[in-house]
Antibody, heavy 118, light 112 residues
């Protein structure tokens, strides 16, 4: 069955770099797009960026040049890397698959809660 | 970016009664292909969002038919008939017409 699982640190120091891995199963990264969405505590959802099935990427301009998304198709993994972390980057980070027919984010990982500490 | 405005902020419902949530878009979500790219999600407490409705009015797989979506190009409604206790959580509308995809601020449904 389709599964996505995020792994990453619980705590990141101020101004440091965040690295999260999304490991997927039940589908191929060369067939489906995978997106990153984050949610600060008690707040709403914010789209961060996408890894397209063809290997390209797209980013929310809100993250300017801080964000990088890449993948390793042989390991079925998508990577998020964001530098210059600030306290407002404290959030739960999700990866999600985009359905081919619905175009919606149809499967989500459980998310990883990251706290940026000074 | 397309802004989605949800109302109300929260709703309290007696089990068995109905609830409606509104979502208004700052721009038409009707594509040139005639598809309205408005989606509804439910995020249950402590869980990831789950897809309820896609393309304004289509029920996602496994979602009870108590849920229904309707609307126009900019004004949308999620209706939950015969609310059950398992329906508690925060409901979000989302648009995937343009990038970046954006979400409404959420409507919290509570049980009386």
């Amino acid at each position: 069955q389709v599964q996505l699982k995020e792994t990453g640190p619980d705590l990141v120091q101020l101004t440091q770099t965040l690295s999260i891995t999304c490991t997927v199963s039940g589908f191929s990264l060369t067939t489906y797009n995978v997106h990153w969405v984050r949610q600060p505590p008690g707040k709403g959802l914010e789209w961060m960026g996408a890894m397209w099935n063809g290997g390209g990427t797209d980013y929310n301009s809100a993250f300017k040049s801080r964000l990088s998304i890449s993948r390793d198709t042989s390991k079925s993994q998508v990577f998020l890397k964001m530098n210059s972390l600030q306290t407002e980057d404290t959030a739960k980070y999700f990866c999600a698959r985009q359905g081919r027919a619905t175009r919606a984010f149809d499967y989500w990982g459980q998310g990883v809660m990251v706290t940026v500490s000074s | 970016d397309i802004v989605l405005t949800q109302a109300p902020l929260s709703v309290s419902v007696t089990p068995g009664e109905s609830a409606s949530i509104s979502c208004r878009s700052s721009k038409s979500l009707l594509s040139s292909k005639g598809i309205t790219s408005l989606y509804w999600y439910l995020q249950k407490p402590g869980k990831s969002p789950q897809l309820l409705i896609y393309r304004m009015s289509n029920l996602a797989s496994g979602v009870p038919d108590r849920f229904s979506g309707s609307g126009s190009e900019t004004d949308f409604t999620l209706k939950i008939s015969k609310v059950e206790t398992e329906d508690v959580g925060v409901y979000y509308c989302a648009q995937f017409l343009e990038y970046p995809p954006t979400f409404g601020s959420g409507t919290k449904l509570e049980i009386k």
